[in-house]
């Protein structure tokens, strides 16, 4: 058992050095622009807690991301293109969860997460890394690698999701996949992209793409429906942030239209805007 037990240890330690190595002969990355006297690294690494657990960049980070602008850019892609091995990935699930070590392989996970920070905080200022993102999330054999590029995209637009709704018309099966996935994780332009990409999606010769795309389907009806119901709720934001995209789903809304009828006299001017927009959006725009 102890010969056992040192031949994994010796393992796991021989995959960790080779996993370094892999890491420090990578090139070094282009000088990254700053802001007031801090990098953009520093800035991304300013970030709060939510009431919702979820974490955020300050305001102050978010601020400084955009007054650099496409500025950043070319920093935040580098950073979201740096790939990890398998080899490192394995040596980290060893080492952390199998040996229990307090050692950690050097990934480029924390670069990708600055990266995602990034995007969102820019939003349309990064469109000129859309298509480049959307081909990390159809085409990485790395998955993390894939969530980040997703997860950095949740701010784009409608045409980068017709970007990824192109990948369900690929002959590779597994891009079929992720572009499924990717559309039913973002949920940007419902009504003009994803919900038609989906549903003709349905027809795909494959089961696991039909399944995938019925999942995201059920998804956008939940999220539909879970902000309808938050039309009324105490936070203004809230409320403002729910009639956007209750006014995204468009005609597929209508059965939601007497619940932004019944709001449009909110206290509150933002949300009242949000709302009289959302209304002539599922209406349709020539509606009285």
Same mark, same amino acid.
């Given at each position: ?10 393992? %796991? ?21 700053? =802001? ?32 650099? $602008? ?21 040596? +980290?699930?060893?080492?952390?969860? $199998? ?8 990934? +480029?996970? /924390? ?5 995602? =920070? &990034? *995007?969102?905080?820019? $939003?349309?200022? %990064?469109?000129?890394? *859309? ?7 159809? +085409? ?7 969530? /980040? ?17 192109? $990948? ?10 992720? %572009?499924? *996935? ?17 549903? &003709? ?19 956008f009806h939940q999220?539909?429906?879970?902000? %309808? /119901?938050?039309?009324?709720?105490? /936070? ?12 995204? =789903? ?5 059965? *939601? ?26 209406r349709g725009r020539?509606?009285?």
């Amino acid at each position: 058992m102890k010969r056992k037990s040192r031949t994994v240890i010796v393992g %796991a330690a021989a995959l960790a050095v080779a996993s370094l190595g892999v890491w420090l002969s990578r090139p070094g990355s282009p000088p990254e622009p700053s =802001y007031r006297g801090e990098t953009l690294s520093a800035w991304l690494e300013d970030r709060r807690a939510t009431p919702r657990r979820s974490v955020v960049l300050s305001d102050e980070a978010v601020a400084a991301v955009r007054a650099l $602008g496409p500025k950043a850019v070319p920093t935040l892609l580098n950073w979201l293109r740096s790939s990890d091995s398998s080899v490192s990935r394995k040596a +980290n699930i060893v080492l952390e969860r $199998g040996l229990k070590l307090p050692v950690r392989v050097p990934t +480029n996970e /924390d670069k990708r997460m600055r990266a995602m =920070y &990034g *995007f969102r905080a820019l $939003g349309p200022a %990064a469109r000129s890394a *859309f298509s480049a993102l959307v081909a990390i999330a159809l +085409n990485s054999p790395d998955e993390w690698q894939r969530g /980040d590029a997703i997860n950095a995209l949740t701010e784009s637009d409608a045409e980068t999701m017709r970007l990824l709704a192109g $990948g369900l018309k690929s002959p590779d099966r597994e891009v079929r996949l992720r %572009a499924a *996935f990717a559309l039913a994780c973002i949920r940007i332009a419902p009504d003009a992209v994803c919900l038609p990409a989906l549903e &003709g999606a349905l027809n795909d010769p494959d089961t696991g793409v039909r399944g995938e795309a019925a999942k995201g389907i059920a998804l956008f009806h939940q999220q539909l429906k879970a902000c %309808a /119901d938050r039309l009324d709720h105490r /936070d203004a934001e809230v409320r403002a942030s729910a009639a956007r995209v209750v006014g995204g =789903y468009r005609s597929r809304a209508r059965a *939601f239209l007497p619940a932004l009828e019944a709001a449009v006299r909110d206290s509150d001017p933002e949300v009242c805007d949000a709302i009289a927009e959302a209304i002539q959006q599922v209406r349709g725009r020539g509606s009285p």
